[in-house]
C-alpha cells in the first residue's frame, strides 16, 4: 500500500483522521489567536460558508465524481464491494486538492484571514465527513442521528447506488432529488 493507495493499512487510515483532526485544531487556533478582532464576524461567516459549501461538493463529489469518472468511480466501486475495508483517498491528494483549490485560491482573491476561515470550514466538514462515513460502516449506532445516517448509507450501498449520496447530510440529496424513490 503505497502513498497514493486507496487502501489503507490501520496506521494510516487513522493519521488521516488525525492529521485532518489536528488542522482543524491547528487553524481555529490560528485564527482565535490572530484574527483582528475587526473581522471577527467575517472571520465566522467563512468557515461557515466554508462548512456548507463542503456539504455541497460531498455530494457533487460523490454522485457525478466518484459514480461517473473513471479512475475514481473504479476506486469508489471498490469501496462498494468492501465496504469495512479502510479505502479512502490518499491524504496526500485530498490535502493537495484542498490546498491548491480552497487555501490558495482564497489567499490570492482575499486575504490570510479568510482563506484560513475557509479552508478550516471545508477541513471541518471534510473531517466530519470522514469521520462520519467511517462510523456508517464500523461503527454501533448510538444515537438516533447515527442510526440514520447508517440508514441512509446504506440504501445508497443497497438500492444501486442512484440515490443517498449525501454522507453527512441528506439535504442535497432533496434538493437534487435523489431520495430513495425519486429517481
Avoid: N, Q
Avoid at 1 to 19: N, R, T, V
Amino acid at each position: 500500500m503505497g502513498i497514493l493507495s486507496i487502501e489503507h493499512g490501520k496506521a494510516a487510515y487513522g493519521a488521516d483522521f488525525a492529521l485532518y483532526g489536528a488542522a482543524v485544531v491547528a487553524l481555529t487556533g490560528v485564527l482565535l489567536a490572530g484574527v483582528p478582532r475587526d473581522h471577527g464576524l467575517v472571520i465566522v461567516a467563512c468557515v461557515l460558508m466554508g462548512a456548507w459549501g463542503w456539504s455541497g461538493f460531498e455530494y457533487l463529489l460523490h454522485r457525478f465524481l466518484l459514480h461517473g469518472v473513471a479512475p475514481f468511480s473504479r476506486w469508489h466501486a471498490a469501496h462498494h464491494e468492501r465496504p469495512r475495508a479502510m479505502i479512502c483517498a490518499p491524504t496526500i491528494l485530498s490535502a493537495s486538492l484542498i490546498v491548491v483549490f480552497v487555501f490558495l485560491p482564497a489567499l490570492l482573491l482575499a486575504d490570510l484571514w479568510i482563506a484560513c476561515a475557509l479552508t478550516l470550514g471545508l477541513l471541518a466538514g471534510y473531517f466530519a465527513y470522514g469521520v462520519t462515513h467511517h462510523a456508517t460502516h464500523h461503527w454501533r449506532a448510538g444515537s438516533a442521528w447515527l442510526r440514520e445516517r447508517k440508514r441512509w448509507h446504506a440504501m445508497h450501498h443497497h438500492a444501486g447506488t442512484h440515490c443517498c449520496y449525501g454522507v453527512t447530510t441528506s439535504f442535497w440529496d432533496r434538493v437534487f432529488g435523489t431520495v430513495p424513490g425519486k429517481g
